[in-house]
């Protein structure tokens, strides 16, 4: 059917009614096995390409360097170091926090990769790069299989 395009306003039609715009986000195949992997062991996954030596962090179905699948998935330690951080004093919407809130470039320990996240159990004053974290877990209960499983990394 050819597409054509209204120059007419008049043409336009109005129709009340309501549209269903729920969306469900999916991770990926190799995302959601990394989130559950989370969720429900508390474990890091991570994919490795054996013919580059590159251990993907979070972890990926195919190789952005040799174009290989990566079927090869290694559990790394749910721990790393700090390569950078920021601390942020306001929120989203310009409030100051109750708390400044340590946000940091985690390098993931075994891998080639890094997440962003929270940083616990810390004066500001007392962070490093190069200071190693490790990940503190929510309870199960809480848990919905996304990265805020963790609640955040604190010194290991
Ligand atoms: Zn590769």
Known sequence: MAYDKIRDPRRIMHVEGDMEVDYIYTAGIAGERF????????????????????????????CDRCFAELSNWIEVPPAGTIASYTITHEDNNGERLPEPVVLAFIEIEKTDGALIHQ???????????????QAVFKKKS?????????????PA
């Open 35 to 62: 989130f559950v992997a989370l969720r429900d062991e508390e474990k890091l996954l991570a994919t490795h390409c054996d013919k580059c030596n590159h251990t993907f962090m979070p972890p990926r179905m195919y």
């Open 119 to 133: 940083i616990g159990e810390v004066k500001p004053g007392a962070l490093k790069i190069g200071m190693r974290v």
């Open 142 to 154: 809480k848990r919905t299989g996304a990265l805020t499983d963790i609640r955040y990394f604190k």
